[in-house]
């Protein structure tokens, strides 16, 4: 997965998410399109 400056697996992007914007509005936002995604992965 690549977003931006990051690469890497969808765990590693949450990570990164959280140590870098905390609870601000773009970790929010990125919270919810990373739920879409585990959603559309499920069979």
Same mark, same amino acid.
């Given at each position: 997965? #690549?977003? =931006?400056?990051?690469? =890497?697996? %969808?765990?590693?992007?949450? %990570?990164?998410?959280?140590? #870098?914007?905390? &609870? $601000?509005?773009?970790?929010? #936002?990125?919270?919810?399109?990373? &739920?879409?995604?585990? $959603?559309? %992965?499920?069979?």
């Amino acid at each position: 997965m #690549t977003r =931006g400056c990051f690469e =890497g697996s %969808l765990e590693e992007f949450e %990570l990164a998410v959280k140590e #870098t914007h905390e &609870e $601000n509005k773009y970790a929010k #936002t990125y919270r919810i399109v990373v &739920e879409i995604i585990k $959603n559309s %992965l499920e069979k």
